[in-house]
């Protein structure tokens, strides 16, 4: 993962937004894949409400929330520094017992506004390294969290990170096959097109120019085998 010495640095990012606005997740509908995490998260550590956020440069983007108060539970963004921003500066889980009482956390918006006390948080970073959010439970009152509680709150954390993960070789996977359509059929289209050109050629010169650039064709679909099936060049495919 990245290192910051401020959440401040770490939002704002350039590479870190980038990574985090590919993956699609920012201001989009929330999923059961996602929310019943959340919701077995609140039932075992018995902690009210449960976040899976999305870090972007001036909010934070909930892309699952259970138990959260209005206008939270519909707006489902907080703006300003959260407890989260702190939490991705690491990779270890971040635990607060009373915010209230903690220099680094009394002054956050979800403490003075929403009467966040505790917290327990897990850093979710993509494979890239960069650090998209943090899988969380809050709770209003004092909390002493047990390392059991941590430990399932990880895996939930793990199975959100394996969840976004997918969806992200899949658009890899789909980007990929739309790449590799396009670079074999621009050159079948070119052989179809002066194929077609050569009928109508009225002079020897016309057919040598069609026959080059159907030649330059078949040698962008050689280069296409060569390179994607591994087939060398001169050999025969299938």
């Known amino acids: ?13 350039a590479e870190r937004l980038a990574a985090v606005r590919a993956t699609g997740l920012l201001a989009s509908p ?9 919701k077995l998260a609140t039932r075992i550590t018995g902690a009210p409400v449960s976040f899976f956020s999305v870090i972007d440069a001036d909010h934070d983007f909930f892309k699952s929330c259970y138990g959260a108060p209005e206008p939270v539970a519909t707006a489902r963004r907080v703006t300003g520094r959260s407890f989260c921003h702190f939490t991705v500066l690491g990779t270890a889980p971040l635990l607060v017992s009373d915010a ?3 220099e680094r956390y009394k002054e956050l918006p979800s403490v003075k506004q929403l009467g966040v006390v505790a917290y327990l948080g897990i850093p979710l970073h993509l494979a890239s390294g960069h650090a998209l959010g943090s899988f969380c439970v809050v709770d209003f009152q004092t909390r002493t969290w047990d390392p059991e509680q941590v430990e399932i709150l990880a895996e939930f954390a793990k199975s ?15 980007t990929m096959k739309d790449r590799l359509t396009s670079q074999i059929r621009d050159p079948l289209t070119a052989l179809h097109l002066h194929t077609d050109l050569i009928e109508d050629a009225v002079d020897l010169d016309q057919v040598r120019t069609h026959v080059s650039r159907m030649r330059d064709s078949l040698h962008r679909i050689e280069s296409f085998v060569v390179r994607v099936l591994g087939v060398g060049s001169g050999e025969r495919v299938g």
Do not use: G, Y
């Open 30 to 38: 929330s999923e059961e894949a996602f929310d019943r995490l959340t």
């Open 100 to 102: 209230r009482t903690d």
């Open 1 to 13: 993962p990245q290192k910051w010495s401020h959440p401040a640095e770490m939002v704002n990012d």
């Open 160 to 174: 959100t990170l394996r969840e976004v993960e997918l969806r992200i070789a899949r658009a890899d996977e789909h």
